[in-house]
């Protein structure tokens, strides 16, 4: 039948255009990882919509005993691990149930420049970026938005023919930035750890309330 005339939208809008609570944590999460619109916290509330829909599926599949289910959720599991946002092992399909949207942002090529220092701010690394002085693997890569795989993070570097590679320039972040921004991280890990602890002892505790009740 040919090329559709229109591309479909890769994304799902909000169901209410006016909602306060909504559009004021839109923008502050526009504000915090530097991204052009809302049109991209759209694309990534899509994204892990679309992997916890896949989870709760296959958990249903599992119960239910289908053998397939057990091979598609470890390919879910590896996929999950690949971009990052799951461990490389011991994930679950639980695990995927409590992500957030900044987990999906925190991987996009963008939010991982300016985490690697390669720039003063988060809207730098954006530009940076659109103007071909980003490379992944040795190769040019002019997408912000692209989601980087946990194998590729190591590769993000300047591209050696740019001006930013000198140590000197006047927008390079500071020591002193880096070294703040590196405490930032280690505060939210830390962060991130406290409450993974305190919602593991809240479900082992709620487990022991559960059979104690059945023991009555």
């Known amino acids: 039948m040919g090329d559709p005339k229109f591309s479909r939208k890769t994304y799902d809008t909000p169901s209410h255009p006016w909602q306060g609570e909504r559009i004021k944590a839109e923008v502050e999460v526009v504000r915090e990882f530097g991204l052009k619109n809302k049109t991209e916290v759209w694309k990534a509330e899509t994204m892990l919509r679309n992997l916890r829909k896949q989870s709760r599926e296959l958990q249903a599949r599992l119960r239910a005993g289908d053998a397939q289910a057990k091979v598609e959720s470890e390919a879910l599991l590896n996929k999950c691990a690949r971009i990052g946002i799951l461990p490389v092992t011991g994930g679950t399909l639980n695990d995927i149930l409590v992500l957030t949207d900044s987990d999906i942002l925190s991987r996009r090529l963008q939010t991982v420049v300016y985490e690697k220092g390669l720039s003063s701010t988060i809207r730098q690394a954006r530009q940076m970026i659109t103007h071909g002085h980003i490379f992944i693997n040795g190769h040019r890569v002019t997408v912000p938005g692209y989601i980087v795989r946990r194998e590729e993070e190591a590769s993000v570097e300047l591209n050696a023919a740019s001006p930013f590679t000198d140590e000197m320039h006047p927008m390079r972040m500071s020591p002193d930035a880096k070294a703040l921004l590196m405490e930032k991280k280690e505060e939210a890990h830390r962060r991130t750890e406290a409450a993974?602890?305190?919602?593991?002892?809240?479900?082992?505790?709620?487990?022991?309330?559960?059979?104690?009740?059945?023991?009555?």
């Open 196 to 216: 993974q602890a305190a919602e593991s002892k809240a479900d082992a505790e709620e487990a022991g309330i559960t059979a104690e009740d059945g023991d009555l």
